[in-house]
């Protein structure tokens, strides 16, 4: 087990923990989620993803407040996409010795790295990725022949 | 916004940090999705009330994976004497908004002169 920094929420205050262990707890429980996010036992800082799927593509929208897209490295090989980047500090440890009083500090910051297995079928040479008001999506075309067909059916 | 349209609505706190350097204190919260337009900075009375609806959140979609956090965000201060409150500013950039409330002259920590008599 490694060490793992807590999730978002007041130090000290018992209702955002709480909140943390039911969704862990129940994640634990879930198969599926078991393989996609990081676990109870392994939990680097990580940022929060959704994905969806539409007809055509499937989409990957990462919250990244206030992180340069320059700090942003996102590559693809296959069918998995690894998003790797740094959050930086809002106030630098070197502001924090000269006069800068901190009154609290919630968010993690530091070095990340997702790994998601899409599923098979995606087009990997045509991924595009835009960044907005601290989201960023990731847009991953299915393959032809994974997108959904109708079959027409005909009377004999 | 009104309290029952509030009432039905979802809302989460923004995480943040507070933190005081020369005479100005600064609040920087995070609220990924907001755009500038859906965002709502006030004071009323004695609370600063900040309310960011999220534009970004998927509808009707199926959702593969889902961790982020649903709702808008809202979180209410309250604010004292100390802050100068003709002097509020906010700023949004990439998500992250950043309030500036500067102190009042009088509260500032003031040097006072010994003279020799």
Same mark, same amino acid.
């Given at each position: 087990m490694r060490l793992m920094r807590m999730p978002n929420g007041v130090p000290g205050t018992t209702g955002s923990y709480f909140d943390w262990l039911q969704d862990e707890i129940n994640r634990l429980f879930d198969p599926e989620?078991?393989?996609l996010g990081p676990g109870l036992l392994d939990r680097p800082a990580a940022p929060r993803v959704d994905i969806v799927e539409y007809e055509d593509r499937f989409e990957l929208l990462c919250d990244l407040p206030g992180v340069d897209e320059n700090d942003i490295e996102l590559t693809i090989a296959a069918n998995v996409l690894t998003l790797k980047g740094e959050k930086k500090a809002p106030v630098s440890e070197e502001r924090r010795d000269k006069g800068c009083k901190l009154y609290r500090d919630e968010i993690w910051y530091g070095n990340f790295q997702r790994t998601i297995s899409l599923p098979q079928g995606v087009d990997s040479e045509n991924v595009g990725a835009t960044s907005k008001n601290g989201v960023l999506t990731v847009s991953v075309p299915k393959r032809d022949e994974a997108k959904q067909?109708?079959?027409?059916?005909k009377s004999s | 916004m009104a309290t029952q349209e509030l009432e039905k609505t979802a809302t989460v706190r923004p995480v943040g940090t507070i933190w005081e350097e020369g005479g100005v204190i600064y609040l920087r919260l995070e609220m990924p999705g907001v755009d500038k337009s859906d965002l709502d900075v006030r004071i009323e009375d004695d609370q600063l009330v900040i309310h960011g609806k999220r534009s970004d959140l998927p509808k009707d979609a199926h959702n593969v994976v889902r961790e982020r956090r =649903?709702?808008?965000?809202?979180?209410?201060?309250?604010?004292?004497?100390?802050?100068?409150?003709?002097?509020?500013?906010?700023?949004?950039e990439s998500g992250v908004l950043l309030v500036t409330l500067h102190l009042k002259e009088a509260v500032k920590?003031? =040097?006072?002169e010994i003279k020799a008599g």
């Amino acid at each position: 087990m490694r060490l793992m920094r807590m999730p978002n929420g007041v130090p000290g205050t018992t209702g955002s923990y709480f909140d943390w262990l039911q969704d862990e707890i129940n994640r634990l429980f879930d198969p599926e989620a078991a393989e996609l996010g990081p676990g109870l036992l392994d939990r680097p800082a990580a940022p929060r993803v959704d994905i969806v799927e539409y007809e055509d593509r499937f989409e990957l929208l990462c919250d990244l407040p206030g992180v340069d897209e320059n700090d942003i490295e996102l590559t693809i090989a296959a069918n998995v996409l690894t998003l790797k980047g740094e959050k930086k500090a809002p106030v630098s440890e070197e502001r924090r010795d000269k006069g800068c009083k901190l009154y609290r500090d919630e968010i993690w910051y530091g070095n990340f790295q997702r790994t998601i297995s899409l599923p098979q079928g995606v087009d990997s040479e045509n991924v595009g990725a835009t960044s907005k008001n601290g989201v960023l999506t990731v847009s991953v075309p299915k393959r032809d022949e994974a997108k959904q067909r109708r079959i027409e059916i005909k009377s004999s | 916004m009104a309290t029952q349209e509030l009432e039905k609505t979802a809302t989460v706190r923004p995480v943040g940090t507070i933190w005081e350097e020369g005479g100005v204190i600064y609040l920087r919260l995070e609220m990924p999705g907001v755009d500038k337009s859906d965002l709502d900075v006030r004071i009323e009375d004695d609370q600063l009330v900040i309310h960011g609806k999220r534009s970004d959140l998927p509808k009707d979609a199926h959702n593969v994976v889902r961790e982020r956090r =649903r709702g808008d965000f809202r979180q209410v201060y309250t604010v004292d004497d100390t802050v100068d409150r003709e002097k509020i500013e906010a700023n949004l950039e990439s998500g992250v908004l950043l309030v500036t409330l500067h102190l009042k002259e009088a509260v500032k920590p003031r =040097r006072i002169e010994i003279k020799a008599g």
